[in-house]
């Protein structure tokens, strides 16, 4: 159920959300009643980050189930035309014939701006672009006493974001990844992409995955039908820089990004946000 739960709000249908409970659901907002039915419910989330945001992701986490209880953990994170913010807390189920029956949830939301939230506590972000690469047949070279080292061709792709929009060149680069005895993997990405208006661009990364135990096998299912909930079974973090002479895209050669993965549908999903 909590797979499918995530899945739902990640989709933003308000329909499919309202679902999830029943028709006489009694839902709380840190104390305060929000709805005694689901149609209020649906019309307190529509006006919130799900149903107003540019972009929306969220996570959750199971923290406590018993038959028909459960403890939730959850965070988002939110671009929209207020700026960007981050949201945790945590929620309380009651289950009644599949659906939920009492909501009661509690959270906090921070703005991702330095007049908001200290530097020391939250970097801020904006979201520059999701790619959605297909990869090759990895290349195997073997356990080499330090782990086994494949490498994973880009074959093709797609770029899609409010600045930066393009295809991934095929043939352009690849991930090279090392993957270590206690399953955890350390990541080389270079690959080139051509923008929508002309410009080529190289990104480059190093990152980090690392699933959950049992979960080596999912995770690395790259030909498995993209699933943003199931993203939460491994942690697939890199950070891309990208390098180009096209004066229109100069601003990429000055900026850091924050990149949350996941894989499926035939390779690799990254949702790279640049730090501000």
Known sequence: MLASTVTAYNSRN?????????DDVVATWNGQLIASNRQQLRAWFAAGPIGTAE???????????????????????????DGDRVGIGLEFWSVRDGVVDCWDAYGV??????????????????FLCEMRIQLGEPIDCGDTGYGRRTAHMVTSGTVTGPRVRGRILPGSGGDWAHTRPDGS??????????????????????????PGAGDSGYALDFDKADDPAGAARYYFRTSYLFHTG???????NNIVTAVRGRTGDGGVIYEVFALT
């Open 14 to 22: 308000l329909d499919t959300i309202a679902e999830l409970f029943s």
């Open 246 to 252: 096209d004066p229109r895209y100069a601003w990429l």
């Open 185 to 210: 993997a350390s990541l080389d990405v270079r690959i080139c992409l051509r923008t929508d208006d002309g410009a080529t661009i190289q990104a480059t990364a190093l990152g980090r995955m690392a």
């Open 109 to 126: 939301e921070s703005p991702h701006s330095p007049a908001a939230a200290s530097s020391r506590e939250l970097l801020g972000t904006d």
């Open 55 to 81: 972009h929306f992701a969220i996570s959750k986490t199971l923290k406590v189930a018993s038959k028909d209880t459960f403890a939730v953990q959850w965070r988002y994170d939110v671009h929209g035309p």
